[in-house]
Nanobody
C-alpha cells in the first residue's frame, strides 16, 4: 500500500521560512518523480516543484523559483520543500505526490499525471 505523509506546515509571518517533509512508503520511489502541489481556497491545485526520478534535476513554478528548494533524502523515500521568503499568496494546502509514469524523462506539472497523494499540510503566511 502506497502512502505519502506530509508534515512541517504551520503559520508563519511574511518573509519567514518553513520546511515541508513528505515520507513515502509502499513503492520503489527511486524510479518515480515526486512533486509538490498546492491548493488555495477557491483555486485549482497548482504545481509548485518536482524532482526527477533520478534526483538529479528539480523544476519549479515561476511563482516560487528562487525562494523554494525541493530535495530528496538519501534513502529516496523522503522529499523536502524548503520555503524561504514566504508571501501571503503562498498560503495553501501543500500536497506531495508521486508520478504514475516510471522514469519519465521530465516530471509532469499536471496533477492528473500523479497517482498517489498525501493528505496535505496547511501553510498559512500572515502579512
Amino acid at each position: 500500500q502506497v502512502q505519502l505523509v506530509e508534515s512541517g506546515g504551520g503559520l508563519v509571518q511574511a518573509g519567514g521560512s518553513l520546511r515541508l517533509s513528505c515520507a513515502a512508503s509502499g513503492r520503489t520511489f527511486s524510479s518515480y518523480a515526486m512533486a509538490w502541489f498546492r491548493q488555495a481556497p477557491g483555486n485549482e491545485r497548482e504545481f509548485v516543484a518536482a524532482i526527477k526520478w533520478s534526483g538529479t534535476t528539480t523544476y519549479y513554478a515561476d511563482s516560487v523559483k528562487g525562494r523554494f528548494t525541493m530535495s530528496r533524502g538519501n534513502a529516496k523515500d523522503t522529499v523536502y520543500l524548503q520555503m524561504n521568503s514566504l508571501k501571503p499568496e503562498d498560503t495553501a494546502i501543500y500536497y506531495c505526490a508521486t508520478e504514475s509514469t516510471r522514469q519519465r524523462n521530465r516530471p509532469s506539472q499536471t496533477p492528473e499525471d500523479y497517482d498517489y497523494w498525501g493528505q496535505g499540510t496547511q501553510v498559512t503566511v500572515s502579512s
